[in-house]
């Protein structure tokens, strides 16, 4: 592997590691902990992508496009979109796990449109979270929350999709579509 590959996939472990490093002469505690820190960082995200980078490939390869883009797809709906919102809802994990799932979603056919909602459930709707919140803060605050963020994942999911030309939406999908 030349040189430039291996700089060009190790660059965020190693600009992390510059980053750190300087605090290891500076205030050594600050930088043992630093390091420490990036290393238990590295460790916790090397634990989580190989199972579902294994999951994912299986749902590539098992589920056909065909059972996919009608139910998510530009022609799904409401149903797309519900169905979007339940999967991002449902999630497990944390939020960077949602792009490598949307790459699926979209070389299976769902829509771009179908893509923001889901990242936006992924991201702010999670169940355990709203429980979490009912139980700490109160039913009104965590339900509240819940719903002016719903409306905010399909307000911004529908503007993206209105902003977005067809050219810029076909370039989209084209660079994630099987060769």
Known sequence: MKRRQILKRWRLPLVSLLIVLPFAFWKPEFGKK?????????????GILPPVFILLGLFDVWIPRERVAPHMGEDSGVKGTVLSVVLGACSAGPLYIAFPVAEVMIR????L??????????ST????????????????????????SLVGILLMA???????????KTEIIARFQEE
Request: hydrophobic share 60%.
């Open 113 to 122: 449109r179908n893509i923001f909602v889901f990242i936006g459930a992924w």
């Open 108 to 111: 299976k056919g769902t829509s």
């Open 158 to 168: 529908l503007l993206m999709d209105r902003v977005l030309n067809t050219a810029e």
């Open 34 to 46: 630093a390091l420490f820190l990036l290393g238990e960082n590295i460790l916790v995200v090397l």
């Open 125 to 148: 709707m999670r169940i355990p979270m709203i429980l979490f919140e009912i139980q700490n803060l109160g039913a009104v605050f965590g339900l509240t929350r819940y719903f002016v």
